[in-house]
């Protein structure tokens, strides 16, 4: 019987780009049974580690669902890319013009790259200053800067191949304001960086979404929704558990997020992802 896994990165299957054996283990034994497993991350795919991909998966979904790549033998050619969404042109140009009237940090998310918006880069180094140096502060901003690395100022690239904008707060504009303004537009979620106190919001052209994602993935094996599973911790996994036959909700997940799942496994420290594939039948 195929079944078909997506998988968050940050917070349900790694913890700052490190994977627990059980995990590891969990992830290969289910693909040696037959499942399918997806990485369904709100990364681009520069942001990807290596270290992840190592695992070895059947697909890949980034930028919270704007792109979808299959892992099939394609006889030494790249993957193959199911599907890809970018903003309108008119769509975008309003988003980032709004946001930097309000002097508000953000990055844009490109197929290939990362690009600053004009006040990014100075809120990022006066993010970290204003911290403690503490080993956990040393790890996120390794963790971080490795999600940023190779990242552009804005000016040189292509206004036509941006997938997904993340924005900052509390300078400039909350979220709720960027909520309100594009309600309707985009699709809107808490972003889900592993740094404490780097709150803001993702934003995706409307209808690209991770649950989206998993319905097209569904769709392209033929699989039955009953046979679906996603696993995530934050706001941008909640419609892939609504979408999933059975949304499973990391121990560490935000409350708003168990409160819609089918199901609550323990958190990442316990082991939480491997419990929640023996509990299934995924391995």
């Known amino acids: 019987m195929k079944m078909l896994v997506f998988l968050d990165i940050d917070g349900t299957l790694a913890s700052y780009n490190r994977i627990s054996r059980s995990a590891a283990r ?3 034994t289910a693909r040696k049974n037959g499942r399918l497993l997806y990485i369904c991350t709100g990364r681009s795919r520069s942001q990807i580690s290596p270290r992840v991909l190592k695992l070895g ?3 890949v979904v980034s930028s919270g669902g704007a792109c979808i790549e299959v892992f099939e033998d394609t006889g030494g050619k790249a993957p193959r890319i199911l599907y890809h969404a970018v903003f309108e042109r008119a769509l975008l140009d ?3 013009a709004y946001l930097d009237a309000y002097k508000t940090p953000y990055m844009l998310e490109l197929s290939s790259k990362t690009v600053a918006g004009p006040y990014f880069r100075p809120w990022f180094d006066t993010f970290f200053a204003r911290r403690p140096q503490t080993i956990r ?3 996120e901003r390794t963790v971080t800067r490795f999600l940023l690395r190779g990242m ?3 000016g040189q690239y292509s206004r036509d191949d941006v997938r997904k ?3 900052m707060e509390p300078n400039g504009l909350t979220f709720e304001e960027v909520q309100r303004e594009f309600q309707g537009k985009c699709e809107l979620f808490r972003n889900s960086i592993p740094v404490e106190g780097m709150t803001g919001g993702e934003i995706s052209p409307a209808g690209v979404h991770k649950g989206a994602a998993l319905e097209r993935v569904r769709d392209y094996y033929g699989i039955p929704g009953e046979n679906t599973f996603a ?3 934050s706001d941008n996994d909640r419609t892939m558990l609504e979408c999933a036959g059975v949304g499973v909700a990391m121990g560490n997940a935000d409350e708003a997020l168990k409160r819609i799942a089918d199901d609550v496994t323990g958190a990442i420290r316990e082991n939480g992802l491997a419990s929640a594939f023996k509990k299934y039948g995924l391995i």
Request: aromatic letters at 20%; proline letters at 0%.
């Open 94 to 96: 309003r988003l980032t």
């Open 165 to 167: 904008v993340v924005f």
């Open 231 to 233: 696993f995530g911790d």
């Open 57 to 59: 998966f059947d697909g």
């Open 26 to 28: 969990a992830c290969r």
């Open 137 to 139: 502060v040393f790890i």
């Open 152 to 154: 552009v100022r804005d």
